[in-house]
């Protein structure tokens, strides 16, 4: 009998053993008005810099932006599906927001293995998000790979 899609041994990304410094994983997507509204309600962060252009037009960044955690969410989907990919575990993660996001911007999620520790399976990344050019969320986080063994 064929191994079934869902199995455990089909759900696992990068072991510890496969990543190397360097090591790079990456994510895209255009942020829409929707994807604001959808974030503002899931989280209950209904800030009106992100939801009402009249108030948003008054602000430092004269219209609505996105949510900087929606964006820096990006980043969790490059870990938790790409590199290291499923079977890794968030353990800390630090941000610093750079740059607003607009609705229209197209958002890369770019994660780089900066350090591993052998004796704990850790992974230092580097978490970094882009619109074009511009580095817009700039972090890194420390994740928790399994081992092959």
């Known amino acids: ?4 899609a869902n199995s455990v041994k089909n759900l696992n990304g990068f072991y510890f053993e496969d990543l190397k410094i360097g090591t790079r994983g ?10 604001i509204q959808t974030f503002a309600d899931v989280s209950g962060d209904k800030n009106p810099v992100h939801l009402n252009p009249e ?11 996105a949510h900087g955690i929606l964006t820096a969410s990006f980043v969790s989907t490059v870990i938790g599906t790409r590199m290291p990919g499923p079977g890794c575990i968030y353990v800390a993660q630090n ?18 293995v900066t350090e591993l520790n052998e004796k704990r399976k850790f ?6 998000c882009f619109v074009d050019d511009t580095l817009v969320v700039d972090g890194n986080a420390t994740i928790m790979v399994p081992a092959r063994g």
């Open 1 to 4: 009998m064929g191994e079934n």
């Open 26 to 35: 990456e994510f895209s997507k255009t942020i829409s008005k929707a994807d």
């Open 55 to 65: 108030y948003a037009k008054s602000t430092i960044f004269k219209g609505c932006i």
């Open 95 to 112: 941000l610093k927001f750079k740059a607003p996001v607009r609705a229209g911007d197209t958002v890369k999620a770019v994660c780089t």
């Open 123 to 128: 992974a230092e990344i580097k978490t970094q």
